[in-house]
């Protein structure tokens, strides 16, 4: 794949709680100029980066990294970023639940923030690190059954990222409206390349355009 190509697919992200604005402006001057798919920033630089950066598509985060706030916490964060101008919602799961086995309340919440979400994009976060191959199933079940449009891997926040086994895994149990976000520990080219031949439809990674722009030694 071409480097253009491969830019398509990233989520240029930077979710770190010490995130200044400087280094958001230059994550945001990067995705516009690569032409990457969206800037995955902080709720609280929304506003900035939509003032800014008319042209970019604005991701952001909800419920991160940990899951486990309240639905109405979860809908108000998501009513508010999409009226700041953010355009696609990646939401973390109640991890909690999962482990209660209390699948009901995982597909009723992803469900109320479809719903708040309506035409706008919402990825469903399920931190596979912490999941059991049985859970993961459920989670694909859960994110096509309550009808969001992404089942993501990571935060990036948990001990672990994304892996090709878990892709895979995914790809053979979600619905066939549901897209993949692979995200965590996305280190070379060579991964984002085999992340999307498995059937991944976005990349979340902070070093993606540094990857993509080195030069090669030798």
Known sequence: MTNAELFGYIDHTLLSPTATAM?????????????????????CYIKQVHAEFPELNICTVVGFPLGYSSTAAKIAETKQALADGANEID???????VKNRDYDT??????????????HILK???????LTEDEKIMMCNAVTTAGADFIKTST???TGGATFDD?????????????????GGIKSREDMEE????????????????????????
Not at 167 to 183: D, M, P, Q, S, Y
Not at 198 to 207: A, D, V, Y
Not at 209 to 217: A, C, E, R, S
């Open 195 to 218: 992340f999307i031949r498995l059937g991944c439809s976005r990349l979340g990674t902070s070093s993606g355009v540094k990857i993509l722009t080195q030069k090669k030694k030798g």
């Open 23 to 43: 280094q958001i402006r230059t994550l945001c001057i990067e995705a516009s100029g690569y032409k990457c798919a969206s800037v995955c920033i902080p709720p």
């Open 106 to 119: 995982v597909i009723d919440e992803i469900g109320q923030l479809k719903a708040v979400c309506g035409s």
């Open 156 to 158: 990036g926040f948990g």
């Open 91 to 97: 939401m973390v799961i109640n991890l909690t639940a």
């Open 124 to 130: 469903v976060i399920v931190e596979t690190c912490f």
């Open 167 to 183: 892709v895979k895994l995914f790809a053979e149990h979600i619905g066939k409206n549901v897209k993949i976000k692979a995200a």
